[in-house]
């Protein structure tokens, strides 16, 4: 996720948890960013292991997990197309089986 604050980005990626509040006393004690708006709501995130806030002047990034996430194929946007999305994926695999989930016996198959 990006938020666009002026010249300044946020970036929030895989496992960074936002949440508003209507009043800074409903947010929970622990927490990883907080901003309140003039309103008196916030903004609070929470991030898992793994995972990342990203704070900086727009364009001047230097995460290159950002960097290279801005590079990729964006699967939300309206260009994305079948063929496009198969340049993704390697055609041939040699060794690799792919597994099926059953959901009446809740196993893997081969």
């Known amino acids: 996720m990006d938020i666009t604050a002026g010249n300044c980005r946020i ?3 895989d496992g960074a948890n936002p949440c508003i509040y209507d009043q800074i006393g409903k947010a929970p004690s622990k927490h990883q ?12 995130c929470t991030v898992q292991m793994y995972s ?3 704070t900086f002047i727009d364009g001047k990034s ?4 950002h960097l290279v996430a801005k590079e990729k194929l964006q699967p939300l946007i309206s260009t994305l197309t079948k ?3 198969m340049l993704c994926i390697p055609i041939e695999r040699t060794g690799f089986q792919p597994k099926r989930f059953s959901p009446r016996n809740n196993a893997f198959q081969a």
Request: aromatic share 8%; glycine share 4%; net charge negative.
């Open 11 to 13: 970036v929030l990626s």
């Open 83 to 85: 063929s496009s999305m």
């Open 52 to 54: 990342a806030v990203l």
């Open 62 to 65: 230097e995460s290159i997990y």
């Open 33 to 44: 960013l907080l901003i309140e708006f003039d309103d008196g709501s916030v903004l609070v």
